[in-house]
DNA sequence: TTTTGTGAAGACATTCACAGCG
DNA sequence: CGCTGTGAATGTCTTCACAAAA
Protein backbone atom coordinates (compact mmCIF):
# COMPACT_ATOMS: atom_id res chain seq x y z
CA UNK A 1 0.00 0.00 0.00
CA UNK A 2 1.00 3.67 0.08
CA UNK A 3 2.86 4.86 2.75
CA UNK A 4 1.03 6.88 4.82
CA UNK A 5 3.74 7.56 7.33
CA UNK A 6 2.78 11.36 7.61
CA UNK A 7 -0.34 12.83 9.50
CA UNK A 8 -3.45 12.90 9.33
CA UNK A 9 -4.99 13.77 5.91
CA UNK A 10 -6.93 16.93 5.34
CA UNK A 11 -10.25 16.81 4.43
CA UNK A 12 -10.00 19.04 1.78
CA UNK A 13 -6.69 17.34 0.30
CA UNK A 14 -9.25 13.99 0.05
CA UNK A 15 -11.91 16.20 -1.81
CA UNK A 16 -9.15 17.57 -4.28
CA UNK A 17 -7.58 13.92 -4.89
CA UNK A 18 -10.90 12.99 -7.06
CA UNK A 19 -10.36 15.79 -8.96
CA UNK A 20 -7.25 15.46 -10.07
CA UNK A 21 -8.18 11.63 -10.85
CA UNK A 22 -10.94 12.45 -13.16
CA UNK A 23 -8.50 15.37 -15.11
CA UNK A 24 -6.02 12.87 -15.46
CA UNK A 25 -8.58 10.00 -16.75
CA UNK A 26 -9.72 12.79 -19.14
CA UNK A 27 -6.27 13.08 -20.74
CA UNK A 28 -4.79 9.54 -21.08
CA UNK A 29 -6.29 9.48 -24.53
CA UNK A 30 -3.83 11.67 -25.55
CA UNK A 31 -0.32 10.54 -26.02
CA UNK A 32 1.13 12.81 -23.01
CA UNK A 33 3.40 10.79 -20.97
CA UNK A 34 4.21 13.65 -17.99
CA UNK A 35 2.75 15.84 -16.68
CA UNK A 36 3.55 18.93 -14.57
CA UNK A 37 1.67 20.02 -11.44
CA UNK A 38 1.59 23.39 -13.06
CA UNK A 39 -0.73 22.07 -15.92
CA UNK A 40 -2.98 19.83 -13.57
CA UNK A 41 -3.31 23.15 -11.27
CA UNK A 42 -4.68 25.19 -14.92
CA UNK A 43 -6.30 22.38 -15.57
CA UNK A 44 -8.27 22.33 -12.16
CA UNK A 45 -7.87 25.58 -10.86
CA UNK A 46 -5.95 24.64 -7.83
CA UNK A 47 -2.30 26.03 -7.37
CA UNK A 48 0.62 23.67 -8.15
CA UNK A 49 2.32 23.79 -4.61
CA UNK A 50 -1.08 22.93 -3.13
CA UNK A 51 -1.14 19.78 -5.48
CA UNK A 52 2.24 19.05 -4.99
CA UNK A 53 1.83 19.16 -1.05
CA UNK A 54 -1.15 16.93 -1.51
CA UNK A 55 0.34 14.12 -3.23
CA UNK A 56 3.03 14.33 -1.13
CA UNK A 57 0.81 13.34 1.98
CA UNK A 58 1.19 9.80 0.32
CA UNK A 59 4.71 9.20 -1.56
CA UNK A 60 6.62 10.80 -3.94
CA UNK A 61 4.87 10.08 -6.93
CA UNK A 62 6.85 12.58 -9.15
CA UNK A 63 10.39 13.37 -11.33
CA UNK A 64 11.79 15.75 -10.55
CA UNK A 65 12.71 18.09 -13.59
CA UNK A 66 10.19 16.16 -15.63
CA UNK A 67 6.62 15.80 -13.64
CA UNK A 68 4.26 12.89 -12.49
CA UNK A 69 3.54 10.13 -15.42
CA UNK A 70 0.39 10.20 -15.76
CA UNK A 71 -0.85 6.29 -16.33
CA UNK A 72 1.52 6.19 -13.02
CA UNK A 73 -0.11 8.81 -11.12
CA UNK A 74 -3.75 7.58 -12.11
CA UNK A 75 -3.40 4.52 -10.56
CA UNK A 76 -1.78 5.37 -7.47
CA UNK A 77 -4.79 7.82 -7.21
CA UNK A 78 -7.41 5.10 -7.72
CA UNK A 79 -5.47 3.25 -5.09
CA UNK A 80 -5.34 5.53 -2.66
CA UNK A 81 -9.06 6.54 -3.09
CA UNK A 82 -10.45 2.89 -3.06
CA UNK A 83 -11.83 2.60 -6.51
CA UNK A 84 -9.50 0.00 -7.85
CA UNK A 85 -12.47 -2.33 -6.51
CA UNK A 86 -16.57 -1.49 -7.04
CA UNK A 87 -18.56 -0.77 -3.58
CA UNK A 88 -21.71 -2.47 -3.50
CA UNK A 89 -24.04 0.50 -1.51
CA UNK A 90 -27.17 0.26 -0.46
CA UNK A 91 -29.68 3.04 -1.10
CA UNK A 92 -32.93 3.19 1.41
CA UNK A 93 -35.78 5.41 0.71
CA UNK A 94 -37.47 4.90 -2.43
CA UNK A 95 -39.33 8.10 -3.00
CA UNK A 96 -38.76 10.99 -5.23
CA UNK A 97 -34.96 11.50 -4.80
CA UNK A 98 -34.25 7.27 -3.96
CA UNK A 99 -35.80 6.84 -7.94
CA UNK A 100 -33.85 9.93 -9.08
CA UNK A 101 -30.93 8.44 -7.40
CA UNK A 102 -31.63 4.96 -9.16
CA UNK A 103 -32.65 6.36 -12.63
CA UNK A 104 -29.26 8.66 -12.60
CA UNK A 105 -26.78 5.89 -12.88
CA UNK A 106 -24.19 8.59 -14.33
CA UNK A 107 -22.40 9.56 -10.86
CA UNK A 108 -21.64 5.63 -10.10
CA UNK A 109 -20.10 4.68 -12.85
CA UNK A 110 -16.65 5.23 -11.25
CA UNK A 111 -16.56 2.31 -9.34
CA UNK A 112 -20.45 2.15 -7.01
CA UNK A 113 -23.28 0.49 -7.79
CA UNK A 114 -26.51 0.17 -6.24
CA UNK A 115 -27.08 -3.02 -5.02
CA UNK A 116 -30.17 -3.36 -2.80
CA UNK A 117 -32.99 -0.90 -1.98
CA UNK A 118 -35.05 -0.71 0.59
CA UNK A 119 -38.29 1.16 1.54
CA UNK A 120 -40.23 1.41 4.59
CA UNK A 121 -43.39 0.71 2.81
CA UNK A 122 -42.10 -1.01 -0.25
CA UNK A 123 -45.52 -2.28 -1.75
CA UNK A 124 -45.69 1.14 -2.80
CA UNK A 125 -43.65 1.81 -4.83
CA UNK A 126 -44.33 1.12 -8.79
CA UNK A 127 -42.42 -1.90 -9.70
CA UNK A 128 -41.78 0.13 -13.30
CA UNK A 129 -39.26 2.41 -11.88
CA UNK A 130 -37.13 0.81 -10.04
CA UNK A 131 -35.03 -1.07 -12.61
CA UNK A 132 -34.44 -5.10 -12.55
CA UNK A 133 -34.10 -4.19 -8.62
CA UNK A 134 -36.92 -5.31 -6.13
CA UNK A 135 -37.52 -2.59 -3.17
CA UNK A 136 -37.54 -4.41 0.17
CA UNK A 137 -38.64 -3.90 3.48
CA UNK A 138 -36.40 -2.34 6.63
CA UNK A 139 -36.90 -5.80 7.84
CA UNK A 140 -34.16 -7.66 5.73
CA UNK A 141 -32.03 -4.46 5.97
CA UNK A 142 -29.48 -6.50 8.34
CA UNK A 143 -29.72 -9.79 6.55
CA UNK A 144 -29.30 -8.33 3.13
CA UNK A 145 -26.01 -5.78 4.09
CA UNK A 146 -24.52 -8.39 5.94
CA UNK A 147 -24.84 -11.29 3.15
CA UNK A 148 -23.63 -8.95 0.75
CA UNK A 149 -21.25 -7.51 2.36
CA UNK A 150 -22.27 -4.05 2.12
CA UNK A 151 -20.17 -1.24 3.25
CA UNK A 152 -21.95 2.13 1.84
CA UNK A 153 -25.27 3.33 2.42
CA UNK A 154 -27.16 6.27 0.88
CA UNK A 155 -30.16 7.64 3.16
CA UNK A 156 -32.95 9.17 0.78
CA UNK A 157 -36.06 9.43 2.99
CA UNK A 158 -37.42 12.72 4.88
CA UNK A 159 -35.40 14.07 7.29
CA UNK A 160 -38.04 12.90 10.28
CA UNK A 161 -37.06 9.24 9.34
CA UNK A 162 -33.19 10.22 8.60
CA UNK A 163 -32.02 9.41 12.11
CA UNK A 164 -33.57 5.89 12.59
CA UNK A 165 -32.50 5.15 8.87
CA UNK A 166 -28.92 6.11 10.10
CA UNK A 167 -28.84 3.96 13.29
CA UNK A 168 -30.46 1.04 11.47
CA UNK A 169 -27.56 1.04 9.11
CA UNK A 170 -25.08 1.42 11.24
CA UNK A 171 -26.47 -1.65 13.24
CA UNK A 172 -26.64 -3.23 9.81
CA UNK A 173 -22.81 -3.20 9.09
CA UNK A 174 -22.50 0.15 7.05
CA UNK A 175 -19.50 2.24 8.09
CA UNK A 176 -19.44 4.98 5.76
CA UNK A 177 -23.21 6.79 4.86
CA UNK A 178 -24.42 9.55 2.02
CA UNK A 179 -26.90 11.53 3.78
CA UNK A 180 -29.35 13.38 1.40
CA UNK A 181 -31.93 14.47 4.47
CA UNK A 182 -31.28 17.76 5.39
CA UNK A 183 -30.40 17.20 8.83
CA UNK A 184 -27.96 16.05 11.32
CA UNK A 185 -27.26 11.95 12.23
CA UNK A 186 -25.44 11.19 15.02
CA UNK A 187 -23.33 8.09 14.47
CA UNK A 188 -20.33 6.13 16.46
CA UNK A 189 -17.07 7.72 15.59
CA UNK A 190 -15.67 5.07 13.46
CA UNK A 191 -18.96 6.02 10.65
CA UNK A 192 -18.31 8.48 8.27
CA UNK A 193 -20.89 10.61 7.20
CA UNK A 194 -21.11 12.87 4.22
CA UNK A 195 -24.15 15.22 3.80
CA UNK A 196 -25.26 16.48 0.28
CA UNK A 197 -27.96 19.12 1.01
CA UNK A 198 -28.88 21.05 -2.04
CA UNK A 199 -31.25 23.27 0.15
CA UNK A 200 -28.05 24.38 1.37
CA UNK A 201 -26.39 25.07 -1.27
CA UNK A 202 -28.84 26.88 -3.29
CA UNK A 203 -29.00 29.39 -0.38
CA UNK A 204 -25.37 29.85 -0.56
CA UNK A 205 -26.01 30.81 -3.61
CA UNK A 206 -29.10 33.27 -2.67
CA UNK A 207 -26.83 34.87 0.06
CA UNK A 208 -24.00 35.52 -2.52
CA UNK A 209 -26.34 37.01 -5.01
CA UNK A 210 -28.79 38.95 -2.22
CA UNK A 211 -24.90 40.84 -1.36
CA UNK A 212 -23.38 41.56 -4.27
CA UNK A 213 -26.81 42.34 -6.75
CA UNK B 1 -30.71 45.74 5.61
CA UNK B 2 -27.98 43.44 8.55
CA UNK B 3 -24.84 45.67 9.35
CA UNK B 4 -22.38 43.56 7.29
CA UNK B 5 -19.69 46.56 8.65
CA UNK B 6 -17.35 43.58 9.66
CA UNK B 7 -14.66 42.16 6.91
CA UNK B 8 -15.16 39.55 4.99
CA UNK B 9 -17.56 36.09 5.70
CA UNK B 10 -15.91 33.05 5.69
CA UNK B 11 -17.45 30.44 3.17
CA UNK B 12 -17.54 28.32 6.34
CA UNK B 13 -20.13 30.65 7.90
CA UNK B 14 -22.34 30.92 5.35
CA UNK B 15 -22.86 27.43 5.03
CA UNK B 16 -23.55 26.75 8.91
CA UNK B 17 -25.93 29.86 8.71
CA UNK B 18 -28.45 27.10 6.53
CA UNK B 19 -28.14 24.78 9.24
CA UNK B 20 -28.94 26.77 12.20
CA UNK B 21 -32.04 28.54 9.75
CA UNK B 22 -33.13 25.01 9.25
CA UNK B 23 -33.19 24.20 13.09
CA UNK B 24 -34.74 27.14 14.26
CA UNK B 25 -37.62 26.03 11.39
CA UNK B 26 -37.97 23.00 13.15
CA UNK B 27 -38.44 24.28 16.85
CA UNK B 28 -40.90 26.88 15.73
CA UNK B 29 -43.77 25.14 16.46
CA UNK B 30 -42.83 24.57 20.37
CA UNK B 31 -43.24 27.27 22.80
CA UNK B 32 -39.82 28.01 23.43
CA UNK B 33 -39.09 31.63 23.13
CA UNK B 34 -35.42 32.37 23.64
CA UNK B 35 -32.72 29.49 22.77
CA UNK B 36 -29.17 29.80 24.08
CA UNK B 37 -26.05 29.28 21.75
CA UNK B 38 -25.24 26.37 23.52
CA UNK B 39 -28.85 24.34 22.86
CA UNK B 40 -28.73 25.45 19.65
CA UNK B 41 -24.96 24.03 19.50
CA UNK B 42 -25.97 20.62 20.83
CA UNK B 43 -28.72 20.35 18.11
CA UNK B 44 -26.06 20.99 14.69
CA UNK B 45 -22.99 19.41 16.37
CA UNK B 46 -20.71 22.94 16.10
CA UNK B 47 -19.32 24.89 19.27
CA UNK B 48 -21.55 27.20 21.03
CA UNK B 49 -19.00 29.93 20.37
CA UNK B 50 -18.67 29.44 16.76
CA UNK B 51 -21.95 29.82 16.21
CA UNK B 52 -21.87 33.31 18.48
CA UNK B 53 -19.43 34.22 15.77
CA UNK B 54 -21.28 32.63 13.43
CA UNK B 55 -24.01 35.18 13.88
CA UNK B 56 -21.96 38.28 15.78
CA UNK B 57 -20.64 38.44 11.42
CA UNK B 58 -24.11 40.13 10.92
CA UNK B 59 -24.87 42.33 13.67
CA UNK B 60 -26.21 41.51 17.47
CA UNK B 61 -28.74 39.22 17.50
CA UNK B 62 -28.69 37.82 21.09
CA UNK B 63 -29.45 39.21 24.72
CA UNK B 64 -26.86 38.67 27.20
CA UNK B 65 -28.07 36.33 29.90
CA UNK B 66 -30.37 34.77 27.85
CA UNK B 67 -29.96 33.75 24.74
CA UNK B 68 -31.29 34.50 20.97
CA UNK B 69 -35.18 35.35 20.55
CA UNK B 70 -36.18 32.16 18.16
CA UNK B 71 -38.53 33.84 15.78
CA UNK B 72 -36.28 37.21 15.25
CA UNK B 73 -33.18 35.06 15.14
CA UNK B 74 -35.13 32.78 12.26
CA UNK B 75 -36.41 36.13 10.06
CA UNK B 76 -32.71 37.46 10.42
CA UNK B 77 -31.53 34.72 9.09
CA UNK B 78 -33.84 34.59 6.44
CA UNK B 79 -32.76 37.68 5.34
CA UNK B 80 -29.03 37.10 5.90
CA UNK B 81 -29.59 34.20 3.54
CA UNK B 82 -31.90 35.99 0.91
CA UNK B 83 -34.71 33.51 1.00
CA UNK B 84 -37.31 35.75 1.93
CA UNK B 85 -38.47 35.96 -1.86
CA UNK B 86 -38.49 32.87 -3.96
CA UNK B 87 -35.64 32.51 -6.70
CA UNK B 88 -36.65 31.52 -10.02
CA UNK B 89 -34.24 28.83 -11.07
CA UNK B 90 -33.53 27.90 -14.84
CA UNK B 91 -32.53 24.44 -14.95
CA UNK B 92 -30.59 23.14 -18.09
CA UNK B 93 -30.30 19.67 -19.26
CA UNK B 94 -33.27 17.48 -19.12
CA UNK B 95 -31.89 14.01 -19.46
CA UNK B 96 -31.70 11.36 -16.35
CA UNK B 97 -30.59 14.03 -14.01
CA UNK B 98 -32.35 16.59 -14.70
CA UNK B 99 -35.58 14.83 -14.79
CA UNK B 100 -34.62 13.98 -11.41
CA UNK B 101 -34.09 17.11 -10.25
CA UNK B 102 -37.24 18.41 -11.75
CA UNK B 103 -39.47 15.32 -10.16
CA UNK B 104 -37.79 15.97 -6.66
CA UNK B 105 -39.07 19.00 -5.24
CA UNK B 106 -37.80 18.50 -1.80
CA UNK B 107 -35.33 20.60 -2.50
CA UNK B 108 -36.52 23.41 -3.93
CA UNK B 109 -39.21 24.04 -1.03
CA UNK B 110 -37.02 26.64 0.75
CA UNK B 111 -38.00 29.46 -1.28
CA UNK B 112 -36.55 28.09 -5.07
CA UNK B 113 -38.88 26.76 -7.91
CA UNK B 114 -37.77 25.54 -11.39
CA UNK B 115 -39.04 28.30 -13.88
CA UNK B 116 -37.98 27.23 -17.31
CA UNK B 117 -35.92 24.20 -18.84
CA UNK B 118 -33.66 23.62 -22.02
CA UNK B 119 -32.03 21.08 -23.61
CA UNK B 120 -30.21 21.06 -26.43
CA UNK B 121 -32.64 18.53 -28.13
CA UNK B 122 -35.54 19.46 -26.66
CA UNK B 123 -37.81 17.37 -29.36
CA UNK B 124 -36.22 14.15 -27.62
CA UNK B 125 -37.39 15.08 -24.19
CA UNK B 126 -40.40 12.66 -23.47
CA UNK B 127 -42.90 15.54 -22.48
CA UNK B 128 -44.71 13.37 -19.39
CA UNK B 129 -41.79 13.71 -17.38
CA UNK B 130 -41.13 17.06 -17.38
CA UNK B 131 -44.86 18.00 -15.32
CA UNK B 132 -45.83 20.96 -16.76
CA UNK B 133 -42.82 22.80 -17.71
CA UNK B 134 -42.27 22.85 -21.75
CA UNK B 135 -38.70 22.06 -22.23
CA UNK B 136 -37.19 24.90 -24.49
CA UNK B 137 -34.28 24.84 -27.24
CA UNK B 138 -30.88 26.79 -26.46
CA UNK B 139 -31.80 29.61 -28.29
CA UNK B 140 -34.13 30.51 -26.44
CA UNK B 141 -32.02 30.62 -23.10
CA UNK B 142 -31.05 34.60 -23.27
CA UNK B 143 -34.67 35.55 -23.85
CA UNK B 144 -36.18 33.28 -21.35
CA UNK B 145 -33.57 34.64 -18.37
CA UNK B 146 -34.27 38.31 -19.24
CA UNK B 147 -37.97 38.00 -19.49
CA UNK B 148 -38.31 36.24 -16.46
CA UNK B 149 -35.41 37.79 -14.64
CA UNK B 150 -33.59 34.73 -13.77
CA UNK B 151 -30.40 34.40 -11.79
CA UNK B 152 -30.17 31.30 -10.66
CA UNK B 153 -28.92 28.08 -13.13
CA UNK B 154 -28.56 24.33 -12.52
CA UNK B 155 -26.25 22.80 -14.93
CA UNK B 156 -27.41 19.02 -15.69
CA UNK B 157 -25.75 18.39 -18.51
CA UNK B 158 -22.75 15.90 -19.21
CA UNK B 159 -18.89 17.52 -18.65
CA UNK B 160 -18.45 18.00 -22.00
CA UNK B 161 -21.26 20.13 -22.40
CA UNK B 162 -20.95 21.69 -18.92
CA UNK B 163 -18.33 25.01 -19.87
CA UNK B 164 -20.78 25.86 -22.99
CA UNK B 165 -23.68 25.51 -21.05
CA UNK B 166 -21.81 27.52 -18.62
CA UNK B 167 -21.03 30.50 -20.60
CA UNK B 168 -24.42 30.41 -21.96
CA UNK B 169 -25.80 30.94 -18.34
CA UNK B 170 -23.61 33.86 -18.12
CA UNK B 171 -24.26 35.61 -21.41
CA UNK B 172 -27.46 35.04 -20.66
CA UNK B 173 -27.81 37.09 -17.43
CA UNK B 174 -27.57 34.36 -14.59
CA UNK B 175 -24.77 35.05 -11.92
CA UNK B 176 -25.63 32.02 -9.92
CA UNK B 177 -24.99 28.50 -10.97
CA UNK B 178 -25.46 25.07 -9.47
CA UNK B 179 -23.35 22.63 -11.60
CA UNK B 180 -23.45 18.55 -11.53
CA UNK B 181 -21.38 18.48 -14.07
CA UNK B 182 -18.16 16.71 -12.65
CA UNK B 183 -16.14 19.37 -13.85
CA UNK B 184 -14.91 22.42 -13.15
CA UNK B 185 -16.30 25.90 -15.19
CA UNK B 186 -14.47 28.67 -16.15
CA UNK B 187 -17.03 31.87 -15.47
CA UNK B 188 -15.58 35.28 -14.67
CA UNK B 189 -14.98 36.76 -10.79
CA UNK B 190 -18.96 38.18 -9.98
CA UNK B 191 -20.55 34.33 -10.93
CA UNK B 192 -20.41 32.13 -8.04
CA UNK B 193 -20.31 28.93 -8.92
CA UNK B 194 -21.17 25.60 -6.43
CA UNK B 195 -20.39 22.20 -7.61
CA UNK B 196 -22.18 19.32 -6.50
CA UNK B 197 -20.01 16.27 -7.39
CA UNK B 198 -21.76 13.10 -6.04
CA UNK B 199 -19.43 10.94 -7.28
CA UNK B 200 -16.79 12.79 -5.45
CA UNK B 201 -18.45 12.32 -1.97
CA UNK B 202 -18.74 8.25 -2.88
CA UNK B 203 -15.23 8.58 -3.51
CA UNK B 204 -13.97 10.06 -0.40
CA UNK B 205 -16.42 7.19 2.04
CA UNK B 206 -14.57 5.28 -0.28
CA UNK B 207 -11.32 6.67 0.79
CA UNK B 208 -11.94 6.59 4.74
CA UNK B 209 -13.24 3.11 4.32
CA UNK B 210 -9.87 2.09 2.58
CA UNK B 211 -7.91 3.71 5.14
CA UNK B 212 -9.85 2.25 8.44
CA UNK B 213 -11.60 -0.84 7.50
C1' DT C 1 17.79 23.35 -16.50
C1' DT C 2 13.44 21.94 -14.94
C1' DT C 3 10.21 20.54 -11.68
C1' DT C 4 9.51 18.06 -7.50
C1' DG C 5 9.21 17.84 -2.37
C1' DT C 6 9.09 20.49 1.77
C1' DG C 7 10.24 23.57 5.78
C1' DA C 8 8.80 28.17 6.93
C1' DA C 9 5.62 31.90 6.47
C1' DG C 10 1.32 33.48 5.82
C1' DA C 11 -3.67 33.33 5.62
C1' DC C 12 -7.63 31.66 7.42
C1' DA C 13 -10.80 29.35 10.69
C1' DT C 14 -11.90 27.65 15.27
C1' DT C 15 -11.82 27.69 20.13
C1' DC C 16 -10.85 29.73 24.48
C1' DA C 17 -11.75 32.70 28.14
C1' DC C 18 -13.47 36.63 29.99
C1' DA C 19 -15.25 41.44 29.88
C1' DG C 20 -19.66 43.46 29.33
C1' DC C 21 -24.38 43.76 29.60
C1' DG C 22 -29.12 42.51 30.54
C1' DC D 1 -26.10 35.40 37.83
C1' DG D 2 -26.15 33.78 32.84
C1' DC D 3 -25.16 34.20 28.32
C1' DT D 4 -23.64 37.03 24.56
C1' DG D 5 -20.00 39.27 21.98
C1' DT D 6 -15.17 39.41 21.09
C1' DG D 7 -9.94 39.92 21.44
C1' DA D 8 -6.37 36.69 21.93
C1' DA D 9 -4.63 32.14 21.40
C1' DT D 10 -4.64 28.10 19.07
C1' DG D 11 -5.14 25.11 15.31
C1' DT D 12 -5.49 24.07 10.42
C1' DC D 13 -4.84 24.81 5.56
C1' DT D 14 -2.53 27.25 1.76
C1' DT D 15 1.18 29.49 -0.44
C1' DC D 16 5.89 30.77 -0.88
C1' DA D 17 10.48 29.99 -1.96
C1' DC D 18 14.27 27.19 -2.36
C1' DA D 19 17.19 23.01 -1.72
C1' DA D 20 17.47 18.57 -3.84
C1' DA D 21 17.32 15.54 -7.59
C1' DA D 22 16.87 13.81 -12.32
Known amino acids: MWENTK?????????????YARILDQIKSEGTELIASADLADQCGFK???IRKDLAYFGEFGVRGKGYYIKELRENLKKILGVTQTWKV???G?????????AYKGFLAHGFVID????KFPEKIPSHRTGSLPVLPMSDLHEVVQE???KIGIIAVPSESAQNVG?????AGITGILNFAPTQIQTPHHIKVKNVDLGSELEHLSFYLSQYP
Chains 1, 2 share one sequence.
Open 94 to 102: AGNLGLALL
Open 7 to 19: SRIPEATVNRLST
Open 90 to 92: VLV
Open 167 to 171: TALVN
Open 48 to 50: PAQ
Open 116 to 119: AVFD
Open 148 to 150: KQI
